[in-house]
């Protein structure tokens, strides 16, 4: 049975430290950029949807996915499906830089080292939870950015000193003008969201552990591109369904001039004007973005460390002949 080492002695912060690979980090964020360059446009229209709670009047109302692209290219042309790309393609690529740095790291530690040691689901959703937790800590601000980036739409009549001209700019006017708490609206919900994170990587891991295990091989060994997008997909479908609605209570909060006082706040609010669908809103545009999304960044992300990995250890090798 694998057992959690005592965080407190130094020797095992240390020993945690010691499994800090750059591989991981830039794997991450190759797969986390990758993908949002695609996908960027299905995450803009699903913020959109998200913010609609139907008594907002500067928020524009689509009839469907398909509405939503030909209005925004219509009204704000191409460029308007690619507003807030900037602090998504820096945010998407350090949460999954730092995410997959951190949760490999956790988790080797856990392992003691040893790769090829199963941890089971509790143990990979500790590690995932505590991975999310690090990056959310890192990157909130840049989703405020991008969110924010996302719902400046053609038709706002916003003074050209208070509209964002882009992500620097962007963290610049929120820190003058609401301070560290500007940037980290939505914080508190986004700490739900670590269960999102949680669950997806403990589907994840125990799908290929199972799956290696039946075919009495090494649970880290590299599997087929088609194996890795499947279970990626199937467990981005499980978190998406179990943790969607904070997306949605985040997104609201995190709106310009937002009218809610906190979160819950926001849940109660949505309950009571929207019911259940309200927490939903912006789910189907959500689904077809980020389903192909997490597989093009699992895949990216597996086919870049272990390539970067196995480098490393022929370096290592070809050192010590």
């Known amino acids: 049975m694998t057992t959690m080492k005592n965080p407190n002695s130094s020797s095992s912060k240390l020993a945690l430290l010691s499994h800090i690979k750059y591989e991981h980090l830039v794997a991450g964020i190759s797969g986390g950029v990758t993908s949002t360059l695609i996908l960027h446009p299905l995450d803009l229209i699903k913020i959109r949807f998200a913010v609609n709670d139907g008594r907002t009047a500067t928020v524009p109302r689509y009839d469907g996915l398909g509405s939503a692209f030909v209005t925004i290219v219509k009204q704000e042309g191409i460029r308007g499906l690619y507003r807030g790309v900037t602090p998504n393609v820096w945010g998407s690529g350090s949460a999954w830089g730092f995410y997959f740095l951190f949760y490999n790291a956790i988790k080797t530690w856990i392992q003691g080292g040893n790769a090829r040691t199963p941890l089971g689901p509790g143990l990979h959703m500790l590690a995932a939870a505590e991975a999310g937790v690090l990056s959310l800590v890192m990157t909130n601000p840049i989703w405020v950015v991008k969110t924010r980036l996302c719902l400046q739409y053609s038709e706002e009549h916003i003074a050209d000193h208070k509209r964002y001209k882009g992500m620097i700019d962007g963290l610049a006017k929120i820190y003058r003008s609401e301070g560290i708490r500007g940037l980290y609206r939505g914080f508190v919900p986004g700490m739900f969201g670590v269960s999102h994170g949680a ?54 909060l995190q709106l310009r001039g937002a009218r809610y ?11 009571r004007y929207e019911g259940c669908r309200g927490f939903y809103k912006g789910l189907k545009p959500s689904l077809v973005r980020v389903v192909p999304a997490t597989m093009v960044t699992f895949l990216t992300y597996e086919n870049v460390s272990h390539y970067m990995l196995k480098r490393s250890e022929l370096n290592a090798s070809y050192a010590g002949t």
């Open 261 to 271: 006082r906190g979160a819950w706040h926001c849940v109660r609010d949505t309950w």
């Open 199 to 252: 669950l997806q990587f403990m589907a994840y891991e125990e799908m290929k552990n199972r799956y290696n295990q039946y075919r009495n091989l090494p649970i880290d060994i590299k599997l087929t591109s088609l194996e890795y997008l499947t279970f990626a997909a199937v467990s981005k479908l499980l978190a998406a369904g179990a943790t969607y609605p904070y997306q949605v209570v985040r997104a609201r």
